[in-house]
């Protein structure tokens, strides 16, 4: 029984942990590397030792098979139905990624946090600003973001949420840091207000989205869905990682 229910875990896990694929997340890191205050490069190196943001970015996926860590298995996504607010929809009482993301914020903040902590904070936070990113992980409930949505891409077995998560960053066959280096950069003033924006703001952007994600026809995905959404993929993971920078500095400075 003890196995089944791990194997049941798993399955369950692995319906709504991932977001963007380790490409999707490393580039966002290291976009936000770019953007990092003195103060907050300093303390992140403290905390982080060798350990990249980029690297570290994929931390949460990785513990996912770790039962210390099962608790944490909600916190990845956030369901609002169609037609619904966050403030108005029904709360996970296990938590989401909204929630999370202003917790750890809160607590990092306050300073209170031994040193393992902090460390395990910060790539939870490195790697939640990534998920709220990804249109998918604000998701609308039945379709468990997408993962219930079984498609073809190209002429493998897939489901709407791994398209969106990596299979259409991984068919541009570009490194984390060749994906990154390709984003186009933002101006002084998309920046600015990028980093202005609320936590339920980037929720609320990945809302705005769905129209655009559930807009197919048929089962059979490739050329031309990447075509259209692959702009979009490129936004996110830039507006993430600007966003992610904008959190540190402010939590460092």
Same mark, same amino acid.
């Given at each position: 029984?003890?196995?089944?229910?791990? @194997?049941?875990?798993?399955?369950?896990?692995?319906?709504?942990?991932? #977001?963007? /694929?380790?490409?999707?997340?490393?580039?966002?890191?290291? *976009?936000?590397?770019?953007?990092?205050?003195?103060?907050?490069?300093?303390?992140?190196?403290?905390?982080?030792?060798?350990?990249?943001?980029?690297?570290?970015?994929?931390?949460?996926?990785? @513990? +996912?098979?770790?039962? &210390?860590?099962?608790? $944490?298995?909600?916190?990845?996504?956030? &369901?609002?139905?169609?037609?619904?607010?966050?403030?108005?929809?029904?709360? %996970?009482?296990? =938590?989401?990624?909204? !929630?999370?993301?202003?917790?750890? *914020?809160?607590?990092?903040?306050?300073?209170?946090?031994?040193?393992?902590?902090?460390?395990?904070?910060?790539?939870?936070?490195?790697?939640?600003? /990534?998920?709220?990113?990804?249109?998918?992980?604000?998701?609308?409930?039945?379709?468990? =973001? #997408?993962?219930?949505?079984?498609?073809?891409?190209?002429?493998?077995?897939? %489901?709407?949420?791994?398209?969106?998560?990596?299979?259409?960053?991984?068919? &541009?066959?570009?490194?984390?840091?060749?994906?990154?280096?390709?984003?186009?950069?933002?101006?002084?003033?998309? @920046?600015?207000?990028?980093?202005?924006?609320?936590?339920?703001?980037?929720? %609320?952007?990945?809302?705005?989205?769905?129209?655009? $994600?559930?807009?197919?026809?048929?089962? +059979?995905?490739?050329?031309?869905?990447?075509?259209?959404?692959?702009?979009?993929?490129?936004?996110?993971?830039? !507006?993430? /990682? $600007?966003?992610?920078?904008?959190?540190? %500095?402010?939590?460092?400075?």
């Amino acid at each position: 029984m003890k196995k089944i229910a791990s @194997i049941f875990f798993l399955v369950i896990f692995s319906l709504h942990s991932f #977001g963007w /694929g380790a490409t999707g997340h490393r580039a966002t890191g290291l *976009i936000a590397d770019r953007y990092l205050s003195k103060k907050a490069r300093k303390a992140l190196q403290k905390i982080l030792g060798e350990e990249s943001i980029a690297i570290a970015s994929t931390w949460m996926d990785e @513990i +996912r098979s770790d039962s &210390t860590f099962r608790h $944490v298995s909600d916190w990845h996504w956030v &369901t609002i139905p169609d037609s619904s607010t966050y403030e108005n929809s029904e709360k %996970n009482p296990k =938590g989401d990624v909204i !929630q999370t993301i202003e917790r750890l *914020i809160a607590e990092l903040k306050a300073k209170k946090l031994s040193g393992q902590q902090e460390a395990q904070h910060i790539k939870m936070l490195i790697h939640l600003i /990534g998920d709220i990113h990804q249109p998918l992980h604000v998701g609308r409930g039945p379709d468990k =973001g #997408g993962n219930g949505i079984k498609v073809m891409w190209f002429r493998a077995e897939s %489901n709407l949420h791994r398209v969106w998560d990596s299979e259409m960053i991984d068919e &541009t066959k570009l490194s984390y840091t060749e994906l990154a280096a390709s984003l186009i950069k933002p101006t002084e003033e998309e @920046i600015k207000l990028w980093q202005k924006s609320t936590v339920r703001d980037w929720a %609320n952007e990945s809302l705005a989205l769905r129209n655009q $994600v559930y807009d197919f026809k048929g089962e +059979r995905f490739g050329y031309s869905y990447s075509y259209k959404n692959m702009p979009t993929v490129k936004k996110r993971i830039t !507006q993430a /990682g $600007v966003r992610l920078a904008g959190v540190l %500095n402010e939590i460092y400075e």
